[in-house]
């Protein structure tokens, strides 16, 4: 406290400073501590999986893990092929794309530019509900509505009780609110101004969202889209449930097939011995989900980046 004096009158001047600074700069220190512990537990995975990884590679050459065709671990003769893993992890990817995208992005059209206020009020939570459902559930929900409905419609003797074709439909239902929610953002965030000229030019709605609003939230769109198979790829217990423990390469989506992340459930499950080249699969088929991810990761930012629209 400091007491200034003078011909007229007296002021005390109060200095706040030091406790401003000093709560400001605790705020500032665990702000980053946050940061850090994420940055640490990120390259503590890699490194655990990178270590627990070699020990599998000192047993199994590279190229016959990444490039072999057959994955029979348990039996003999083993074989350590991963390409049916990720066979089945790209079916439930793709096909999980093709039904959450077109539905995802034309529900993100319809609440941006075509639903009114209270509509959209009560359509997208209700949309994001889907978002909270536990995804056993939807394990459960492919096995008992949407197989019994797929050997109904296509035949008993032609769709497994295990089935890629399930997988692929539960786990669309399971990213179609991430991406409606991440497209409706993006075409939302379109200034106003420029559907205005495109009106005052004439265009019609469906002109203005084809050839304005879209391709101006490309970038957002694009992030939504890759977003969404990153989501599909490291799905576990629902493909697990839906799509069943069958390593193949069949391109037929009513057999049974195995993603990655199924597998890893498996082996989680404490039947393989701890420290046998089998066990160490779990840390192979781990690396290589996260090279997945990681390279989708990548593009999805070069894809932003390219398709990025600045507006001032």
Not at 258 to 280: H, K, N
């Amino acid at each position: 406290m400091a007491l200034i004096q003078g011909t007229g009158p007296t002021f005390t001047r109060v200095n706040n400073r030091s406790p401003r600074r000093l709560k400001e700069g605790v705020i500032r220190y665990l702000c980053l501590a946050c940061a850090l512990i994420s940055v640490v537990t990120t390259f503590g995975i890699i490194w655990i999986l990178l270590i627990e990884g070699l020990h599998f590679f000192q047993e199994v050459p590279i190229l016959d893990f990444l490039l072999g065709t057959k994955w029979s671990p348990h039996m003999n003769p083993v074989s350590y092929g991963v390409l049916p893993l990720v066979s089945g992890t790209a079916m439930i990817a793709i096909g999980s794309a093709i039904i959450a995208i077109p539905l995802g992005l034309m529900a993100a059209i319809f609440l941006s530019e075509y639903a009114n206020v209270r509509v959209r009020s009560i359509l997208k939570p209700l949309l994001e509900i889907l978002a909270g459902i536990p995804t056993v559930v939807y394990g459960y929900f492919a096995l008992t509505v949407v197989t019994p409905w797929l050997r109904s419609v296509f035949g008993q003797e032609r769709v497994e009780i295990f089935n890629g074709a399930s997988g692929c439909i539960v786990v669309g239902i399971m990213v179609l609110p991430l991406v409606c929610s991440l497209c409706e953002d993006a075409l939302s965030a379109v200034p106003s101004t420029l559907r205005e000229g495109a009106y005052g030019l004439g265009s019609t709605k469906f002109e203005v969202i084809r050839k304005i609003v879209v391709p101006s939230a490309l970038s957002g769109i694009m992030a939504a889209f890759i977003l969404a198979i990153s989501r599909a790829v490291g799905e576990t217990m629902a493909v697990t449930l839906a799509s069943g423990n069958k390593p193949s390469m069949s391109m037929n989506p009513f057999e049974g097939i195995q993603t990655m992340t199924a597998y890893i459930v498996q082996i989680t499950r404490g039947d393989t011995p701890s420290g046998t080249t089998a066990y160490y699969t779990l840390y192979a088929v781990g690396l290589t989900l996260f090279a997945f991810t990681f390279g989708m990761n990548i593009i999805a930012r070069r894809l932003v980046k390219k398709f990025r629209q600045a507006y001032e």
